[in-house]
């Protein structure tokens, strides 16, 4: 089934409509933007990667009609005078430097990184009435097609990117999306819900991330609805054991990201996540890219190595040796795709 007839329909509103269909039967649609953000600074070092790059903690305030929320983010610019690409990592964890993100090689690339951890929005569990999703839901009911935790953890990137947007020292042109694993999974719906991103990373994502789901490897939808239902929205559980009868797959996400550039990347030995169905995925989303003349991902014709990187689409994988894990060399790919464009 092609993802895209362009005799039938212009890219912008077969692209809105792969947004509904992932929104309404997957991770629910996302929150609505708040009526007004604003921010604090509440920390500064200037020390901070020894004086290059310094790093400021501020808290983005978020107010709705019924109520306020507030997540603390990371901010790491490079000091000198122009203006820098930058990362949006939405991370595990809240503090920096952190095991999954090498602030200072980063930024000695020339990137600045603005992060925050997933769990200051809104827990990674069962309870709906914490965070964001306890403004948003409020002691009410959530329908079958409500945000899932996925849809609020990157509604939270968006804002990053609202506030990414007031800084001067930022190239608003070249900003990445990018996560690692569930935060993987929100990268790419991020990459396809906000434009304004203009490459998504999905680092490890698998499972209702990058890996096409039609025989997908190691973890099916039946395990994830059973153990993380409240990622998803309750519609998503329709395809458990159904994988065949979806009138969708990922690829179907990837492809909602182009003409922007999409970087997914899998791990040898991260069995779980199926790294050549996340491979297909990319061979799969290339037909959209085709479509407007564009390469999507420039491959061999066979499955991946472990040590095969693919940079000159604008899909850009790579298979690195090992295990599951956001690694410095994961890290080191993709600022090395985004530095040839
Ligand atoms: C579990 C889950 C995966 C997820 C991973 C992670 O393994 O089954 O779908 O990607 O956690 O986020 O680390």
Sequence with gaps: M??????????????????????NEEYGFLPP???KLSWEVVEEDNRFCAG??????????????SGSFFFPICVCIPKAQKKYPFFVHINFRDNVPDKYMPS???CDNGFAVLSFCYKDVTSDDNDFSNGLAGIIYNGKARKDNDSGKIAMWSWAASRVMDYAQTLTELDLTRATIVGHSRLGKTSLLTGATDERFSCAISNESGCSGAAISRGKQGETIKNICNRFPYW????????????????????????AIAPRKVYVASAEEDLWADPVSEFLSCVAASEVFEKMGLDGLIHNDNLPEAGEVFHKGNIGYHLRAGL????????????EFLKQK
């Design 104 to 106: 200072e090689e980063i």
């Design 232 to 255: 998803f929205c309750d519609n998503y559980k329709k395809y458990i054991d159904k994988e065949f009868d979806m009138p969708f797959d990922q690829h179907f996400l990837l492809a």
């Design 324 to 335: 599951h894990f956001f690694s410095r060399e994961d890290w080191l790919h993709f600022i």
């Design 52 to 65: 290059k790059a310094p790093l400021k903690k501020v808290l983005l305030k978020a107010d709705f009609k």
């Design 33 to 35: 933007k708040p009526e």
């Design 2 to 23: 092609p993802i895209w007839n362009p005799q039938d329909k212009d890219w912008n509103e077969r692209r809105s409509e792969i947004i509904n269909i992932l929104c």
